[in-house]
Every structure is written in C-alpha cells, then in structure tokens.
C-alpha cells in the first residue's frame, strides 16, 4: 500500500436519534502495516463508546481477523491511543445503504439512508427497488425521493410513502315535516298579565298526514395502504324510522304517517301522535289516579293525595294540590299549585303554571310562571318568571342555563338559593355514576382476593370441583365488571365534558335582587349582601360578576 489510508467514523450508527455532540466517538485508520483504533472518551454526561458500534463499523467495512480483546481494551481506556487491531488489508468502499419500515397499520414507509463511506449515494432506481423488497409500492412520494437523492439525509426516518385512507360514507338521516324544537310562549297581555289560556302548544295532525321521511345514506370510500392492500370502507348505515304510538309506515317504507286524527309529539326519539283523554272535572276520589299514554285535560282540580301521568301533555284548567303530575310532555297549569310541601311536578318538557307554592318541581326544558315561592326547582333550560309579580322567592332553585324574574328573594331576607350553569339532571348523574363506580371497584377487589386465593390452592392441588367452579365464576365477574367500569368511566369523562362547557348561565333581574339569595353559577359563588336593582348576574371567570340588564 502507498501511504497511510485514514477514515474517520463516529459512533453515531447506532442510536443515531439520540446522538449528542458529547457523546465519545472513534477512528478507524487503514495503515500499510494494518487496521488501527482510536478511540475518545466523551465530554460530560456523553454516551460512551460500545464495543458493538466498533464491531459494526467493522462489519460494514469488511474488515477481516479484527482482534475482540484489542477492540475491547481500547474501548475500555478511551485514551486516544490508535491500537492495531487487526493485519493489513485493503480498504473496502462502502455505498450508502437504506432500510425500510412501515407503520403497523401500512399507512405510511419510511426510509433511513446511511453515510457513504468512501462511495455513492443510491440511485433512484436503487431506492424504489428497495421499496419494492420490503412491499412499498403505493403512494410513493416521487418528490421526496428526488430530494433525497440530491439533498441526501442520513441517520433519520424520512417518510418516503403514505396510503390513501379509507373514507365512510354517511349514514342516512330523518327528516322531520314537523317542527321537533317548537318554542312554547304564553300571550303578554297589554296591562302585563300572562294568558294562559292562549298557549297555542297543540300541533294537530290529520290520518295519513306525513310526518317524517328518510334520507339515503351515502357509500364509502375504499383506501390503498402503501402496500398496494385495498382498505375497506364502511357504507353509511340506514336511518331507522322513528316509529312510535299511532303511526305507521308508508308502502315504500320512506315515511311515517299519521294513523289517527291528533297532536304529534317527539319523545324520546320516537314521533307519536297522541289522542286526548278529558277528565270533565276533578280528579278526586270519583275518578282515583290517571294514567294514560296520550294528553291528558283536567278542567277541574287535582285534589291532594292523587296522581296524574301522561306520556303527552297535560292541562289542569282549576287548583293542583297535594298532587302528583308526571307527563312525558308539558305540563300546563292554568291556575296553579298549592303543593302543601308534598306536590309534585314532574315534565318531560316545560311547565307553565301561573303560581307554585311549596312545591316540587322538575322540567327537562323550560319553567314558565308569574311567581315561584318556597319550592324546590329543577331546571334544564330557562325559568322564565313574568307577569305582573315575577317573583322567586325562597327554597331552592337549581337551571340548566338562564334565570329571568322580576324580583327573586324578598325585603325580609328571605334564603333564597339559586344555581344556573349546570344541567341538574347532569350533575346527579354524574353523583350517581361516581357512587355507582365506587361500588363495583369494591367488588373487583373482592372478586380478585377470591382468584388469588382459589389460584393458591389450585397450584398446591387442593381446588375441588366445587371450588373450581367458583374460580371461573369469579375471573367472569371480574371481566364483566371491569368492563362494566370501562364503561361507566365513559360515560363519567363525557358528563364532566359537558358540565365544564356548560358551567355558564346567566340571572336575569328587571326589578330587585335581595339579601338573603345565594347565587351560584357553575362553581362560583355570590352571597346577595345588599338590594341589587335591574341587573344581570353572571360569571367571569372564578367570580360572579353584577353588570346591567340585557334583553
């Protein structure tokens, strides 16, 4: 050989992710008389050099008989001194490799390019049959490859391929011919009264009337991993009529129809048309408790001790008591209700009452009233006090987003205790489903002491028939309670989403706000000290705020 051959090579071939500019490195030097080694300590907190990243220098290079103990010496002193480690050869030149990796779903490949070492950069051509090797052969990126040929990138994972993803289709969907959000507003008279007589909440339909059809789903979209491998695509799913009392399908199976003459109602995702049952006075001991599937009218009074349940609205045209009114729509009292501390109402969708007093009340959307007193409230949407009192005052009230009253409170102080922000329902939902978890993570617990227990006098061969059984039958309780938490948890994540969107309401006073109401809205809170005077009370950001009135 003529003169010395000399080559510098870092450790960098291994981890090369991860190397640092402190991390040790090595030489390897082609002399006439043979193979020398170099190797330097690192600086600081640097990776050292391993006697594997010699070796694989080695390897890649072709060099033959190296000695392991000379290799492992210098290694282990890093005192820069070249060491000979193996006889003279001749220097082999070594073109740039590539390797080839896709991800586990065949989406995407990537490729990692290694330094030339004394020869050339791959070719195109090289680069694609590589691909080819390791079954990448769709959505090759042709720029990127151009790139890397002139702009080489060693040591890195470059994404060189990419599939195309599969695309579902849309499901089909239900078109409704009614309106299914209807907003139900009493008349304002001109001297400020509420008539309720004039609700106008009753949407008729007539036999064979059409009250919703479908719309067909739309089909997937196929996708191509880079592997050439066809990606299925779900179509979108059917809609389902949402059938439900005193409607049917229509010959094509596109539509639903009126059955009979009625109201129509959306509950629950189901459209029924509901007919009237009609109680010509009260509801006494004439006529002992109503249960029907339709609306019910009451034109008399519902006397203390009874119960009124309707899947669809129901009307009282006189006095509420002592009673019970459950229905799966509205309900609507012309009057009012004197609750004597046990009445009970409980809706489906508003309620519109003129009074309440010392009741229990309970409505899914919104509370509409001319005066609220002693009672406790439950709100999802808005209560809306209006008329010439507008006023709540006393007990509690709890409302999914917005207050609005003349006067809340009173002059004598009375506690009145309000909460908006929060879906009511949500929040004991959300109690129920923390109780509920608590419990089953017990029995987990218990049904896993069983299995250790069982699995101990299994292994010491003591487990009897009977046992045995028990054995399955705990490591099934197991898995169906965990999975039964999983799922709870879900559902746990998805509430407490919601209530942190929705912890924002607003209270509404056109009149006076007095000492004596508790405000809170979302997880703020606002003790009244002092009369405030046509305002809105809201919250920004940890505080409840008082600004001016907005209509």
């Not at 070594?94 to 896709?102: G, M, R």
């Not at 779903?105 to 390019?113: C, G, N, R, Y």
């Not at 309106?179 to 009264?193: A, M, V, Y």
């Not at 004597?340 to 489906?348: D, E, M, T």
Request: aromatic residues 6%.
């Amino acid at each position: 050989m003529k003169g010395d051959l000399h080559i510098t090579m870092l450790n960098n071939d291994r981890n090369a992710e991860n190397r640092n500019v402190n991390d040790g490195f090595f030489n390897i030097d082609f002399k006439e008389d043979g193979v020398y080694l170099a190797v330097y300590p690192p600086v600081g907190k640097g990776r050292k050099v391993e006697t594997r990243d010699v070796q694989d220098k080695l390897n890649r290079k072709m060099v033959k008989n190296y000695s392991r103990d000379m290799i492992d010496m210098a290694v282990l002193k890093m005192d820069k001194n070249s060491v000979r480690i193996a006889g003279p050869q001749e220097e082999i030149k070594v073109n740039t490799s590539a390797s080839v990796i896709t991800s586990p779903d065949k989406m995407k490949a990537f490729i990692t390019l290694t330094p030339p070492e004394g020869g050339r950069m791959l070719t195109a051509e090289e680069i694609l049959n590589e691909l080819n090797k390791n079954s990448v052969i769709y959505g090759i990126n042709k720029t990127m490859l151009d790139s890397l040929i002139v702009y080489p990138v060693y040591n890195e994972m470059v994404c060189i391929a990419e599939g195309t993803p599969s695309a579902n289709g849309q499901n089909g969907k239900v078109e409704f011919t009614f309106d299914i959000s209807k907003e139900r507003k009493p008349t304002i008279l001109e001297d400020g009264r509420v008539d309720y007589k004039e609700m106008n909440l009753i949407e008729s339909v007539r036999k064979g009337q059409v009250l919703c059809t479908l719309t067909p789903p739309l089909a997937g979209t196929k996708g191509k991993s880079v592997c050439g491998i066809d990606l299925p695509a779900l179509d979108g799913k059917p809609a389902v009529l949402p059938r439900g009392r005193n409607v049917e399908a229509s010959e094509d199976g596109q539509a639903l129809l009126a059955s009979i003459d009625g109201q129509v109602n959306y509950i629950d995702g189901k459209v029924n048309v509901f007919s009237n049952y009609e109680v010509p006075a009260d509801v006494d001991t004439s006529t002992g408790n109503v249960y029907f599937v339709g609306n019910v009218i009451v034109r008399g009074n519902v006397l203390s001790g009874f119960a009124v349940e309707a899947g669809g609205n129901v009307e009282v045209w006189g006095v509420v008591e002592g009673a019970v009114i459950k229905a799966g729509g509205d309900i609507i009292l012309r009057r009012g209700m004197q609750g004597l501390g046990k009445g009970v109402l409980i809706s489906g969708g508003d309620i519109i009452a003129r009074y309440i007093e010392h009741s229990n009340i309970e409505a899914k959307n919104d509370i509409k009233s001319e005066a609220i007193m002693h009672s406790n409230v439950k709100c999802g949407n808005k209560l809306e006090l209006s008329g010439k009192k507008g006023l709540l005052v006393g007990g509690t009230c709890k409302v999914g987003k917005e207050i609005s009253a003349k006067v809340i409170g009173s002059h004598m102080a009375t506690v009145t205790d309000i909460e908006v922000g929060v879906d009511p329902s949500l929040r004991e939902r959300y109690k129920a489903l923390k109780e509920e978890i608590a419990g089953i993570e017990n029995d987990v617990r218990k049904a896993e002491q069983a299995i250790t227990i069982l699995k101990k006098l299994e292994m010491m061969g003591q487990l009897s028939p009977e046992k045995q059984e028990m054995l399955a039958k705990s490591v099934r309780t197991k898995v169906f309670l965990t999975n039964k938490v999983g799922e709870l948890k879900e559902e746990m994540t998805v509430i407490e989403s919601k209530l942190q969107q929705d912890a924002y309401g607003k209270i509404r006073a056109f009149n006076f706000v007095y000492p004596g109401t508790k405000v809170a809205i979302g997880t703020c809170m606002m003790f009244v000290k002092e009369n405030l005077q046509y305002c809105t009370l809201y919250r920004d950001g940890a505080d409840v705020r008082v600004g001016p009135i907005d209509r």
